[in-house]
């Protein structure tokens, strides 16, 4: 497989779940984005979820102009420093549904970054509610349910908790 096979086999999986997502999910519940990177997959979220709130994480904006959400829903800052205040206001169990997209090429710092973040996101997730990573994630109270959709494994991960 070349690295464009590779990349176009990534985003594909990426918008088949998203798409997947916003049919699965209920109508109450936040919508988290979190890596807002160039803006591509918010903006197809919200194309898909009109209407929904949409709080967007991003550490360094620098989205395409067009990709940038609403005031108030993006929240500017690393996620250690942003989730926690987050969670206060909002609650804990106040999000349908995660999006991160946040690996880098480094996959050491990927591993650790997942296990940090992972509790923060589990106690985000509503009962029901999902998470779709593009890495694996340690959640306890949630089920790995990867397997149920068609993307091929490890390409990317799907949590629901129960
Ligand atoms: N899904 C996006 C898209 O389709 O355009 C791409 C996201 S990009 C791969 C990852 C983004 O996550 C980067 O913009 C990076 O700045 C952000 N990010 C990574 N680690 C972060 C952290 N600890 N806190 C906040 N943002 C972070």
Redesign the pocket.
Known sequence: MTRLDSAIRRLTA?RDLLDWASRAIGPAGLVL??????????D?LRDRLPGRAIYV????P??HPD?YPPEGYLIV????D?LPPFIERHGRGSAALI?I????GDEDANLS?ARRLSPLLESLLQAGGILLG?RAFSMPSCRDISADTKVPEGRYFVYQRE
């Open positions: 990426q984005e979190i890596g807002l990177g160039n803006g591509r997959t918010y197809h994480f991003e550490r360094a620098a989205a990709c800052g690393d996620l250690f942003t999006h997209d946040i690996g880098t970054l593009d």
